[in-house]
């Protein structure tokens, strides 16, 4: 099992720079997480990708937040972060976390959501 759990979001100005967290819980002898990312869901509209993080750190970024957007991970505190720069209306939508793990034995792979968190862009 994981257990993802974000946090950080809530209602920003337009330009504003928030940092939203998502703190990953898992069982290290039994799962190995090799990737993580962020996803987005505005009103009305299909769920999209943000932004990837894998283990070596590689990124990937949709070209709506590119420039504006930092994905990154603390493995100490196995927590990932999205920073979010110069913030527009077009960037409201329920923010999800999201991990690739691996299960040790089976080498079985499954994504993993958290619940969603709200950021509102408005002035």
């Known amino acids: 099992q994981v257990q993802l759990v974000e946090s950080g979001g809530g209602l920003v100005q337009p330009g504003g720079s928030p940092r939203l967290s998502c703190a990953c819980r898992?069982?290290?002898?039994?799962?190995?997480?090799?990737?993580m990312g962020w996803y987005r869901q505005a009103p009305g509209k299909q769920r999209e990708l943000v932004a990837t993080i894998t283990t070596g750190g590689s990124t990937n970024y949709a070209d709506s937040v590119k420039g504006r957007f930092t994905i990154s991970r603390d493995s100490a505190k196995n927590t990932m972060y999205l920073q979010m720069n110069s913030l527009k209306p077009d960037d409201t939508a329920v923010y999800y976390c999201?991990?690739?793990?691996?299960?040790?034995?089976?080498?079985?792979?499954?994504?993993?959501w958290g619940q969603g968190i709200q950021v509102t862009v408005s002035s």
């Open positions: 999201q991990a690739d793990a691996i299960w040790v034995n089976s080498r079985t792979m499954n994504t993993y």
């Open positions: 898992y069982s290290r002898s039994t799962i190995n997480i090799n990737a």
